[in-house]
């Protein structure tokens, strides 16, 4: 009798053990084993842990090209589409060497209900939490704010995290740029998330129409203007000049401003314009310093900004210009002015060319970055993520970390054929038989970066509000010298005590 009791305590203490052991603070069945010194996976095994993988599915209003599943999840069949057999093929990948069962749910949120989904999972300590949740950055910036993501860089002791971040893939410096503090990194963004080359700002080019009347530009041939553009030679005072010079009036137009009657049209413009060329320009407001140890903080003065909103306001109130009047939808509106075949230039989303009508526009079509904002003191090109784009987070409430991790990681590594098809054999090839645009599409992507600034700003704004509580600070939108003086003059003060607090509070969070 006094044997068999001692049996089943053993029994019973074992399975408290196995018990402890699954429940080790992140719910998986252990840390899954270690790489190989050589970068392998073969030493890595989570059993068939289970991961729950939150993908978006959202179709943005001012995008034509696809919601970003299908270049992350896949389809159920991939059918004829080269794109998704390999994104399924990937991602049986992982989950046939890692051990890692993938549990998929979709999402069908825009941009401003992320926050409040993620919020809600998070504070409930929902028990159908998603482990990895892939959305927009605007969403995902507010969850960082509020405390409600992961430390991706540095989760805690106990933990395994198979994250590196400088191994080919990931956009490391972007990943920096999207946090407060370089030591704790939230948000992760690579060659898993297609979005981060679709959601690259461009300008497209009517070649019909800048060939027809190259003589009024000082380039020769359309080869020697791109040329240039690789060169560097690319500003936004030569793209001013061009804007206004190809201008025609139509028969029923009105003089010295562009309209859709027009014979030609210089560029189309959207709501969202000026504070891309504010950001490719580098014209801040925040930005990190990195002598301070990238610590975020307000410029000192405006002068900057205020330069580069004059360009700006020479170009927008150019007779060559047209601006839509859409606020929602005003990137695919002006898109559409260019699609009719009378816009010289329009600014968008390097993705659009998946859409059906940017494949099918009959004009002979090419694009190039954004210009720099002056030649002599701005170096290289910055081509600006919209901050839309999907990337990941673990959230707090996940209950698998070290395969969480693991899947991502694994995940990336494994994105270069699904990158390789869609860009190479899709974007440059298929939708694309032009040389220079190419050439282009490379330089755009090469030139990305995280528009710092723009993205702290905006947290901020709304993340803190004024001494008396009752209005937010004003954006900083390019709209002219004395306006963008006085407003930063009047508001500098609470744009810094705005930072601070919101600095205070981020270093509370572990």
Known sequence: MKKTRIIALLLVLAML?????????????????DRGDDGSWEGVDFDGQEVHMSISANQYEECSFPAADIYTKGPDTAGSNDVAKEVLARNARVSEELGINIKYST??????EVFSDIESIVMTSAKNSPDIYSNDLIGLGKAMVNGFLWN?????????????????????????GCTFDQEKLYIFAGDYF????????????????FTANISQTKWKSLD????????????????????????????????????????????????????????????????????????PKVVETATKFIQVSDKWMTLANSTGAIETESSVQGVKEATTIFLEGKTLFVASRLGEMESQAV???????????????NLSEQEDYHTVIHNQVELGAILNSAKAFSAASALMQ???????????????????????????ARAMMDLIRETSDAPFGFEIGDLTHETFYTADGAKKLTLMYLDNN?????????????YVDCLNKMLERFATFE
């Open 17 to 33: 053990l196995m018990v402890f052991a699954s429940c080790d603070g992140t719910g998986s069945k252990g840390d899954g084993g």
């Open 107 to 112: 999402t069908n949120l825009r941009y401003p």
């Open 152 to 176: 991706v860089k540095n989760p805690g002791e106990g933990v395994k995290n198979y994250f590196d971040f400088s191994k080919d893939g990931w956009y490391e410096e972007y990943i920096k």
């Open 194 to 209: 297609i979005d981060m080359i679709r959601m690259a700002w461009a300008i497209y080019v009517n070649e019909t129409i």
């Open 224 to 295: 020697e203007f791109y040329a240039d553009v690789e060169a560097g030679l690319w500003s936004m005072d030569d793209l001013a000049t061009m804007v206004t010079d190809m201008h025609a009036d139509g028969a029923g137009g009105t003089p010295g401003k562009a309209d859709r009657t027009d014979e030609i049209i210089g560029m189309a413009l959207n709501h969202t314009t000026d504070w891309v060329f504010a950001s490719t320009s580098e014209a801040d407001i925040f930005y990190q310093d990195k002598e301070d140890g990238y610590k």
């Open 359 to 373: 494949r099918e526009f009959k004009a002979d079509k090419g694009l190039v970055p954004f210009p720099k904002w």
């Open 410 to 436: 694994f995940l990336n590594e494994e994105s270069e054929k699904v990158v390789y098809t869609y860009y190479e054999k899709g974007l440059k090839y298929k939708y694309n038989d032009n040389k220079n």
């Open 482 to 494: 004395s306006t963008l003086a006085s407003t930063f003059d009047s508001e500098k003060g609470v």
